[in-house]
């Protein structure tokens, strides 16, 4: 998550939360901990901002 969609929306709880559990599960190297953060992230993007997170390439 190095780009940041919410730029343009209000300040969100939620995401806030899920990046900061995706950096410390990164930081701690727990990749589920990684993986699972993006995955909510993105669910949570889609269903509250309307707003689609392209998959890593």
Same mark, same amino acid.
């Given at each position: 998550? @190095?780009?940041?969609? /919410?730029?343009?929306?209000?300040?969100?709880?939620?995401?806030?939360?899920?990046?900061?559990?995706? %950096?410390?599960?990164?930081? @701690?190297? #727990?990749? @589920?901990? =990684?993986? #699972? %953060?993006?995955?909510?992230?993105?669910?949570?993007?889609? =269903? /509250?901002?309307?707003? =689609?997170? !392209?998959? !890593? /390439?």
């Amino acid at each position: 998550m @190095s780009e940041n969609p /919410t730029d343009r929306c209000e300040a969100c709880e939620v995401c806030e939360l899920l990046k900061a559990l995706e %950096a410390a599960g990164r930081g @701690s190297r #727990d990749q @589920s901990m =990684e993986v #699972d %953060a993006r995955v909510r992230y993105r669910r949570h993007m889609g =269903e /509250t901002h309307r707003r =689609e997170i !392209p998959l !890593p /390439t």
